[in-house]
């Protein structure tokens, strides 16, 4: 028992670490140009699909385990954290070789648009935590604290996935 406790302890501290480390490496990455590489003009419609399938295999991860298929429930949310992983690494690379996009809108749309920015931005930050511990609990079979975590990361992880792919609609005639 005190064996358990000393490696949820662990993975608990990791989960902050990586929580606070990701969005940092983030921030200081897109002050980041690598020279001599051009602007990736192709990757934004691909990590916008990217978030397209991850919020397509969350809501098919959820009804998975509402029909009481566990493995298929594991496997499509490890797919979602691979998913939201590779669109991570694909946003960094456009932004450290393309200046960012600025939004032509006018009006209520500009509004609009920035409140889905900022709090997709935002949640996806929050998310991160919760997306961790929640996925902890399920692996470790702590199904009763995953269930419980997953009722608040579900809807995170998942207006975080829509929005972004609502952003990228929003601003692609602008790029």
């Not at 606070?20 to 921030?27: E, H, S, T």
């Not at 051009?38 to 990590?47: A, K, Q």
């Not at 493995?71 to 691979?82: G, R």
């Amino acid at each position: 028992m005190k064996n358990i406790i000393l490696n949820e302890k662990k993975y608990n501290r990791l989960v902050w670490i990586l929580s606070i480390v990701i969005p940092i490496a983030v921030a200081a990455l897109f002050g980041i140009r690598i020279p001599g590489v051009e602007r990736l003009g192709f990757l934004p419609p691909i990590y916008a699909g990217i978030n397209a399938l991850t919020a397509l295999a969350l809501v098919i991860a959820v009804i998975q385990i509402k029909k009481g298929n566990r493995k298929n429930h594991e496997n499509l949310m490890k797919f979602a954290i691979l998913l939201s992983t590779l669109f991570l690494v694909l946003y960094v690379v456009y932004h450290m070789t393309s200046d960012s996009t600025k939004f032509g809108g006018e009006g209520m749309v500009k509004y609009v648009y920035y409140f889905v920015l900022i709090t997709h931005i935002l949640l996806s930050i929050l998310v991160i935590p919760f997306v961790l511990f929640t996925y902890l609990r399920g692996i470790s079979g702590q199904f009763e604290q995953h269930k419980r975590l997953a009722r608040y990361t579900f809807p995170l992880w998942l207006y975080v996935a829509v929005t972004g792919v609502v952003v990228y609609f929003m601003i692609s005639p602008y790029y």
